[in-house]
């Protein structure tokens, strides 16, 4: 059985520092190196936020406060501070992040009209990120998931990967929540297990 590793975000903004931090997210390196110097997986991949400076999920491109809610062409979106913005430092991937193993990066976020939590796909579920064909291309079968943050880009990811037939896991010490509400890391757990994600320790 084919198996890959998706490590989901862990770029500047989201860490320690970062525009949009998400408590405890340096803590998760270590882990997900060591998880990489096992040599188990076949593909490694990392999801990279990356977006275009007039993004529309930014409450300042909304003349939004942050942390309000809009309806975005027909989809509920959040106001984020800017982040991840392509071509910046926020935008890089964590320098203690070993990439010697990445095999493949998929950048979403780009269309400055829809957010894109998931790796897989727009939050409207109009565009394709080329994620799914690269796994069924690679004949993946199994995939476990860590990074940032645990109750967005991580649970939207793994909830797509088990829609789309992957065994998928999902690593809780490899993966950080941001918590905009307390309890938004407790219920991300028991909406991926209702899709099918197994939790990992
Ligand atoms: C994320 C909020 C906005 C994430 C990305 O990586 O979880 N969260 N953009
Ligand atoms: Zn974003």
Excluded at 33 to 59: C, G, R, V
Aim: net charge negative.
């Amino acid at each position: 059985m084919k198996k890959a590793l998706i490590i989901v975000d862990v770029q500047n903004d989201f860490c320690e520092g970062g525009a949009l931090a998400v408590p405890g997210a340096n803590e998760i390196i270590p882990y997900i190196n060591l998880l990489m110097e096992d040599n188990q997986y076949d593909q490694i991949i990392l999801t990279q936020d990356w977006h275009p400076a007039n993004h529309k999920s930014f409450a300042s491109n909304n003349d939004r406060k942050v942390g309000e809610s809009i309806i975005l062409n027909g989809v509920p979106q959040f106001m984020w501070p800017d982040h991840c913005v392509q071509g910046t430092f926020g935008a890089e991937f964590h320098k203690d992040l070993n990439r010697e193993k990445v095999t493949h990066v998929i950048q979403k976020g780009k269309n400055t009209e829809i957010d894109a939590y998931s790796g897989f796909q727009d939050n409207n579920h109009f565009m394709k990120t080329g994620l799914d064909d690269f796994l069924k291309y690679n004949e993946i079968q199994l995939v476990e998931i860590v990074g940032l943050a645990m109750d967005y880009c991580v649970k939207f990811t793994a909830m797509d990967a088990a829609a789309n037939g992957y065994v998928t896991c999902l690593h809780f010490n490899g993966s950080r929540a941001v918590n905009v509400k307390p309890d938004n890391g407790k219920d991300a757990i028991f909406e991926m297990v209702q899709k099918g994600v197994t939790i990992l320790g």
